[in-house]
């Protein structure tokens, strides 16, 4: 199973409570993108047979962002990608709708000159700014707009991946409830196959 690093980042788990604890109100919008440039020839990111492709390397990274938030399936899923010469998709725009009213509009691709990464989410009380890049270490810090002014977060992070594992030894030794569970990761991978068969893929 895909455990996702990044959903253990202290940010990103400060990030979700207060958007669940409803600091931006009902949740609208989730706009969340990952870019990044061209994998080198060969790198198994360009083989259809091996899961290559950007929504299977990148894109899953938004779409379980949108789940980890909203803990709903969407409703309808549309997409749009390019295509690479080796059949798999170098680019992937998509935009589900929720039960709940909310929308996502999510991005990824091989086309950036360099890495870019965004995570705004759009509350009808105020919006959330993360600079915050999937598994960040380090300094990652949010911001909550709203109309009557502005509220800054700052957390220093460490590797994603070592609290990834230290979650895990808590999970064991101490029968703490899982940041990512299997019935998580089979819902974000069902997810992913709605978007695939939505591009042809």
């Not at 295509?83 to 998509?94: L, P, R």
């Not at 957390?155 to 990834?164: H, P, R």
């Not at 895990?168 to 703490?176: H, K, V």
Request: aromatic share 10%; charged share 25%; proline share 2%.
């Amino acid at each position: 199973m895909e455990a996702y690093a990044y959903l253990h980042n202290d940010a990103i788990c400060a990030m979700v409570e207060k958007i669940q604890g409803g600091a931006i109100g009902k949740v609208r919008l989730i706009e969340a993108c990952f870019f990044t440039g061209a994998p080198k020839d060969g790198d198994i990111r360009w083989i259809k047979e091996w899961g290559g492709g950007s929504v299977y390397d990148l894109g899953c990274y938004s779409i379980s962002l949108a789940q980890r938030i909203l803990g709903e399936v969407p409703e309808s899923i549309d997409a749009i990608s390019h295509f690479a010469e080796s059949g798999v998709d170098d680019f992937c725009h998509m935009y589900f709708q929720y039960p709940s009213g909310a929308m996502a509009t999510l991005g990824c691709g091989f086309v950036a000159r360099g890495r870019s990464d965004r995570m705004v989410i759009h509350g009808d009380k105020a919006s959330l700014w993360a600079d915050i890049k999937f598994n960040q270490e380090g300094l990652c810090v949010f911001d909550i707009l709203s109309d009557e002014g502005s509220e800054h977060f700052e957390y220093n992070v460490k590797n994603n991946y070592a609290l990834e594992v230290e979650q895990l030894g808590r999970c064991i030794a101490d029968g703490e409830k899982p940041h990512v569970s299997e019935d998580f990761s089979l819902t974000v991978c069902e997810i992913i196959d709605r978007v695939l068969e939505k591009i042809n893929y």
